[in-house]
Structure formats: structure tokens, C-alpha cells
């Protein structure tokens, strides 16, 4: 048998696999590229630790919840840690890699990376999020010395960095003017919708419940997403502007989600919300290819104005008109294909849903200009050739173009392909 001679690339992910966008759009066009690949995630319970996925080698530790206070968060980090750390070892004497990629958060495997670069390892860090804004975000009285330990642990990172992509301009001119990254050491790559895996389908009635419209959402549920906010616009919609002809899916899973149906309950919204949880790309594209709009109800933050949303860029990719809040980064990816709520209150976005559904000249303007953008600027064969260069110019490009053998094979089988899908931003997202 011909030794598999092809650079091999482990990337490390705090966000399952294939569920996460990003990490499965990047380790199919590194293996697409020539590249082997090993991919360490947690894990659900229903998932096997070991297994090979379309010739990605996928190594996972089982998953712990991560909600809660500031120390929940700690312990869920540290654990997660200990075990990629041990699992980054499982793979190196599997095979030998030549590349890190660690996507944050949290920011603290450049400690990892920092061990094998005695070994000749480079790392690239994929910045997805902007951890001290999150941080903030997500806490209503945050500590000083946590946050002062997260921009220490971000500046470290960069520091210890071969390279760094994130994922849009924002987020590019903020990290330069703070962790003393050059601007040749840092490029933005966008995670865009991924045309082969998303298509347009034929429209299924019946997924208006016998509503004439049908408005969707979908990504994580958890206390800085909005979909609270967007319960109490079902119920103003319903209630007081006597709308009894929109049907709601929310798609996705989150730490909030239990707590979302008991609001939904409380609110006595049931008829007219559905939760799907956990989502695959079938039934997406099913709700999709039957939807009037899509839904970014994420309130305006330093943290989620500079957020790509990804459920954004697909909404857009199905050529839905988009109703969100006005935020910056929003609006650089939208355009005109997106409704903008400035008041932030649940009577404010359930007219503008209301407005919108009756318009429909102007919804059939912002879906062809929807699908105009995902055409040229938002899918991502336009971001696709920009990673692969990065990642070229760190450990060379391989010498064969197509993939033998996958990475390691944990499990000695083939799984399906790309599945459920939870994350949602992309830089700060980006979740």
C-alpha cells in the first residue's frame, strides 16, 4: 500500500462535527484541496467517539452542558482542554500534522499549539468570536478581571499565531487595533452558504399549518439570540394586530430552548410556533423552500454588531426577504435583501414582519436581490480559494490534488455527510 504522503491538518473545534458550518466547509475544501484532515469536537451522546465522515478522520469527547455562571463556563473550558489535549496526541501518533487550526472559543489552545511547535507544527487560529464582547454580552455584570484575563488570553493567541483568519471587516480592524497583529499576519474569511448542500426546493404547503405564510428561524437558542423577544413579537402579531395568518418555525437547539417552550406556553402562542430542535439540511431546505421571510431577531450589542449572522447568509442563499434589527454587520451583508428594526421591542419587529408579508412587490424585489448576493459575494466558493492560500502558505500545498486515504480512519467506516446544524454566528460571530 502507498504511503499517504499528503500534509496533514488537525483542527480543533469547541462546536460539534459535521454541525458546524464553518469547520465542515473548511475541512472539505482542505480535503478536497489534497490535505488530510483529523478534526477534534465534542461529541452528543448519540454520536460514536471515533469516525470517519467523507474522508475526514472525526475524534470527539463527550459534551458537557456549558450554560450558566462565569465558573460553569470555566470548568466546561478547562475539561474541554484536558481532552483535546488528549485526543491532539491520539492523532499525532496516529499520523503526523503539520498544521493546528484551533477555532475559538475559548482562546486558550495556542497552549496546545505552543507544545508541538518544537515539533515543527504551525497553528493557524480560525477567530470565530470576539470572546471578551461575548463575555459581556452574555452577563449582566461582568468581572473586570475576567475580562481582563480573556483580552490577555486573545493577545497570547495572535502572539503565539503562525496566522489568523476571522470572519469579516469588523472584526479584522478591531483585532488589529488591539492585539498587535500585523495586517499581513490576518485575513478574513467569511463562512458563506454552501451551494452544493443548501438547494432550493419545490414548496410544501403544508408547512403553513393552513396559514397563508410561513416565516422561519433558525440557529442556537440561547439567552443573547433574541428568540424571547421574537415570542413576544408572535404574540403582539397575534393578539393585538389580530394576525392569525403567519405561521412560525424556529429551528435549532440551545442551553434556552426548555425555557422557550414554557414562554411560548405562557404566552399562549402554541398554535401559531413550532420547535423543530435540532435541525438536518433536509428539513432546512424543506422550510426554507416553503418560508416568506427569515428571522434575526439578535438585539443590538458590541458584541452582535459585529456578528456575520450565518442563519442570515442562508436565509438569503433560499432567497428570503430578511426582518432584523440594525446592526452593522447585518446590514453589510444584507443590504436591501433585509427589513431593519431600530426600535428593539417586540411591537416594533412584529409590524415589521406584518408590513413586509403584505408588501409583496417589494418581497419579491429583496428576494431576487437576496439571491443576487448569495451569487456573487456570499456563498463560499467566493471565501474557499482565499482559506486554501492561507493555508498553503503555511505548510505547502500538497503534491496530489485528490484525497486517498482519510486521516488516521478512528473508526475504519464512512459516515453520512454534513447534518444537524446548531451554530449560527460567525465573529464578532460568525453564533
Not at 488589529?176 to 443548501?198: E, H, I, K, N, P
Not at 467506516?413 to 451554530?423: E, F, I, L
Amino acid at each position: 500500500m502507498t504511503k499517504d504522503t499528503r500534509p496533514h491538518v488537525l483542527m480543533i473545534s469547541n462546536n460539534g462535527t459535521p454541525t458546524d458550518r464553518r469547520i465542515w466547509h473548511e475541512s472539505t475544501a482542505l480535503r478536497d484541496a489534497g490535505y488530510a484532515v483529523s478534526v477534534i469536537s465534542p461529541g452528543r451522546p448519540d454520536e460514536p467517539l471515533r469516525e470517519n465522515i467523507d474522508g475526514i478522520a472525526v475524534y470527539r469527547y463527550p459534551s458537557a452542558p456549558r450554560g450558566g455562571s462565569p465558573l460553569r463556563y470555566a470548568v466546561h473550558f478547562a475539561r474541554s482542554w484536558a481532552a483535546v489535549l488528549r485526543l491532539s496526541w491520539t492523532v499525532w501518533r496516529t499520523r503526523r500534522f503539520q498544521l493546528i487550526q484551533a477555532c475559538n472559543p475559548p482562546d486558550t489552545y495556542f497552549t496546545i499549539a505552543a507544545l508541538y511547535r518544537p515539533l515543527g507544527v504551525r497553528f493557524l487560529f480560525d477567530q470565530h468570536d470576539i470572546c471578551p464582547e461575548i463575555y459581556a454580552d452574555r452577563f449582566d455584570h461582568p468581572s473586570r478581571v475576567v475580562a481582563a484575563l480573556l483580552r490577555a488570553a486573545e493577545r497570547l493567541t495572535h502572539r503565539v499565531a503562525d496566522h489568523v483568519i476571522t470572519v469579516n471587516e469588523s472584526c479584522r480592524r478591531l483585532l488589529l487595533g488591539r492585539t498587535g497583529t500585523t495586517r499581513d499576519r490576518l485575513t478574513v474569511v467569511q463562512t458563506g452558504a454552501d451551494l452544493t448542500r443548501l438547494r432550493l426546493g419545490a414548496p410544501q404547503p403544508e408547512r403553513k399549518h393552513g396559514r397563508r405564510y410561513l416565516c422561519a428561524y433558525l440557529g442556537v437558542m440561547g439567552p443573547q439570540d433574541g428568540v424571547d423577544l421574537l415570542l413576544h413579537a408572535v404574540r403582539h402579531l397575534v393578539y393585538e394586530q389580530q394576525r392569525e395568518d403567519v405561521h412560525f418555525v424556529l429551528m435549532g437547539d440551545g442551553e434556552c430552548l426548555p425555557d422557550l417552550r414554557e414562554l411560548a406556553r405562557e404566552l399562549e402562542i402554541e398554535p401559531w410556533v413550532e420547535f423543530t430542535g435540532w435541525a438536518d439540511d433536509e428539513l432546512i431546505s424543506a422550510v426554507f423552500s416553503s418560508s416568506d421571510l427569515g428571522l434575526q431577531p439578535d438585539r443590538r450589542t458590541p458584541f452582535t454588531d459585529l456578528c456575520t449572522m450565518l442563519k442570515t447568509i442562508e436565509y438569503l442563499a433560499f432567497g428570503l426577504p430578511v426582518v432584523a434589527f440594525d446592526l452593522a454587520e447585518s446590514r453589510r451583508a444584507a443590504g436591501k435583501a433585509a427589513v431593519f428594526v431600530s426600535d428593539e421591542t417586540p411591537a416594533a419587529y412584529a409590524r415589521a414582519i406584518a408590513d413586509l408579508l403584505d408588501n409583496r412587490e417589494l418581497c419579491a424585489r429583496m428576494c431576487l436581490h437576496a439571491l443576487w448576493l448569495t451569487r456573487t459575494q456570499l456563498s463560499w466558493e467566493h471565501n474557499r480559494t482565499r482559506y486554501l492560500d492561507v493555508v498553503g502558505s503555511l505548510i505547502g500545498e500538497p503534491a496530489q490534488t485528490a484525497p486517498t486515504e482519510p486521516a488516521g480512519d478512528p473508526a475504519g467506516s464512512n459516515g453520512p455527510g454534513p447534518g444537524p446544524v446548531q451554530h449560527d454566528r460567525e465573529g464578532s460571530h460568525g453564533h
